[in-house]
């Protein structure tokens, strides 16, 4: 069932995700050689309670963290660790907060050092990807057009879609109806309402679109071991269009992804964004897929 969610209630969720971008521009300022994830995943905990949030990842189904993290050839649910961060190095942070009831969802890929040209431009289909999604959402269009829109980007640009993992809607469960992939042809799949809340994430490989998962259970990674860059935005469906949950932090924030704009701003976003302050159809069929 999709749940639809009142002007109140998004305006809660968009706290929730304040919180959760708070956390994300952290990590893009904290980040570097030498770092580890867990001494982020440490910080980050400290900053959500701190807000009064909840870490929605740590202990979700047994996960250990309170961050999902990405390096390299992972592609999502990688659990923090000891590592130490190298030049050149491409990581992903996932990042879930549960706050007054509600859940706010979002990821970035950030650049470590001096990175190839060739992790650059995927780090840019990817997020540009995203943009393209969002403008998307819109009352009365229809779901697949989400993923159309990423699935076209990405493939012009070289790169593959990951399939075994789609969005999903989110609000006061982490995980909600309906499933959001980034893939499939436009104008197919319900048709989107005003009050649904959809996390959106293009989640790209380099190379090939294969999965294989790690012994510990969580950690996805490319199976041919090419690079992977994930980007997620909680986007609800307004009357008037799209309305990114969280942008007041996101616009606040301006550590560097790659070098060319302020990270989680690019003026796509930032125009739609700003125009706000049912059951599923049943050829829309996803239910192999895993939530990211």
């Given at each position: 069932?999709?749940?639809?969610?009142?002007?109140?209630?998004?305006?809660l969720?968009?706290?929730?995700?304040?919180?959760?971008?708070?956390?994300?521009?952290?990590?893009?300022?904290r980040?570097?050689?030498?770092?580890?994830?867990r001494?982020?995943?440490?910080?980050?905990?400290?900053?959500?309670?701190d807000?009064?949030?909840?870490?929605?990842?740590?202990?979700y189904k047994?996960f250990?963290?309170?961050?999902?993290?990405?390096?390299?050839?992972?592609?999502?649910?990688?659990?923090p660790?000891?590592?130490?961060l190298?030049?050149?190095?491409?990581?992903?942070?996932?990042?879930?907060?549960?706050?007054?009831g509600?859940?706010?969802?979002?990821?970035?890929?950030?650049?470590?050092?001096?990175?190839?040209?060739?992790?650059r431009?995927?780090?840019?289909?990817?997020?540009?990807a995203l943009d393209?999604a969002?403008?998307?959402?819109?009352?009365?269009?229809?779901?697949?057009d989400i993923?159309n829109?990423v699935?076209k980007?990405?493939?012009?640009?070289g790169?593959s879609?990951v399939?075994?993992?789609?969005?999903?809607?989110?609000?006061?469960?982490?995980?909600?109806?309906?499933?959001?992939p980034?893939?499939g042809?436009?104008?197919?799949?319900l048709?989107?309402?005003?009050g649904?809340?959809?996390?959106?994430?293009p989640?790209?490989?380099?190379?090939?679109?294969?999965?294989?998962?790690?012994?510990?259970?969580?950690?996805?990674?490319?199976?041919d071991g090419?690079?992977?860059?994930?980007?997620?935005?909680?986007?609800a469906v307004?009357?008037?269009?799209?309305?990114?949950l969280?942008?007041s932090?996101?616009?606040?924030?301006n550590?560097?992804?790659?070098?060319?704009q302020?990270?989680?701003?690019?003026r796509?976003?930032r125009h739609?964004?700003?125009?706000?302050?049912?059951?599923?159809?049943?050829?829309?069929?996803?239910?192999?897929?895993g939530?990211?």
């Amino acid at each position: 069932m999709i749940v639809l969610k009142t002007p109140g209630e998004l305006d809660l969720m968009d706290e929730a995700n304040v919180i959760v971008h708070r956390v994300l521009n952290g990590i893009g300022e904290r980040i570097g050689v030498g770092v580890t994830t867990r001494e982020l995943d440490q910080w980050a905990e400290t900053l959500i309670r701190d807000h009064g949030g909840v870490p929605a990842f740590l202990h979700y189904k047994g996960f250990p963290a309170t961050l999902c993290t990405a390096l390299n050839d992972v592609i999502v649910h990688g659990i923090p660790d000891g590592r130490p961060l190298e030049n050149g190095d491409i990581i992903g942070f996932d990042c879930g907060v549960l706050y007054k009831g509600y859940y706010g969802d979002a990821a970035r890929t950030y650049a470590v050092g001096e990175i190839s040209d060739d992790a650059r431009r995927l780090m840019g289909a990817t997020r540009k990807a995203l943009d393209l999604a969002v403008e998307r959402v819109r009352p009365r269009g229809r779901l697949s057009d989400i993923g159309n829109a990423v699935q076209k980007h990405v493939e012009k640009n070289g790169f593959s879609i990951v399939r075994q993992f789609v969005g999903h809607g989110v609000g006061t469960s982490l995980h909600e109806e309906p499933q959001v992939p980034n893939f499939g042809r436009a104008g197919r799949g319900l048709r989107l309402k005003p009050g649904m809340v959809l996390a959106i994430e293009p989640m790209v490989n380099a190379g090939k679109k294969a999965v294989k998962v790690d012994a510990d259970g969580w950690t996805a990674r490319t199976k041919d071991g090419t690079l992977s860059a994930h980007f997620e935005y909680s986007v609800a469906v307004t009357p008037s269009g799209p309305r990114i949950l969280g942008l007041s932090e996101i616009l606040a924030g301006n550590p560097d992804w790659f070098g060319d704009q302020p990270i989680g701003a690019p003026r796509e976003s930032r125009h739609v964004g700003q125009r706000n302050a049912g059951s599923q159809h049943a050829g829309t069929q996803y239910a192999a897929r895993g939530y990211a």
